[in-house]
Nanobody
Framework: QVQLVESGGGLVQPGGSLRLSCAAS????????VGWYRQAPGKQRELVAAITTGGITNYADSVKGRFTISRDTAKNTVYLHMSSLKPEDTAVYYC???????????????WGQGTQVTVSS
């Protein structure tokens, strides 16, 4: 079973940038869509960015123009570049992969540990 591991989170000041990584233990990103999600305390998990196998991207309105999802299939890694970060971006960020309908519907059986992003001065 392929595992996904998120990394790259941390504490950053408002207006700062971070790059999150989602590394897979096998070559799955060439045949699966990938989504980045986040869950803030007391809130439901939400999809913030997704990329299809063909490289088409989709973003939540709250992050458009600030976040960019990209994929390096040779490294089995998907990235989330985050800039102009705001305190409301504070959350645990997760990645997951599967068919597009599963990615957009968050119909996954399991989730990884995620990586904490905290935006604060």
């Amino acid at each position: 079973q392929v595992q996904l591991v998120e990394s790259g989170g941390g504490l950053v000041q408002p207006g700062g940038s971070l790059r999150l990584s989602c590394a897979a233990s096998g070559s799955i990103f060439s045949i699966n869509a990938v989504g980045w999600y986040r869950q803030a305390p007391g809130k439901q998990r939400e999809l913030v960015a997704a990329i299809t196998t063909g490289g088409i991207t989709n973003y939540a309105d709250s992050v458009k123009g600030r976040f960019t999802i990209s994929r390096d299939t040779a490294k089995n890694t998907v990235y989330l570049h985050m800039s102009s970060l705001k305190p409301e971006d504070t959350a645990v960020y997760y990645c997951n992969a599967g068919p597009w309908v599963v990615v957009t519907g968050q119909k996954f059986r399991s989730w990884g540990q995620g990586t904490q992003v905290t935006v604060s001065s």
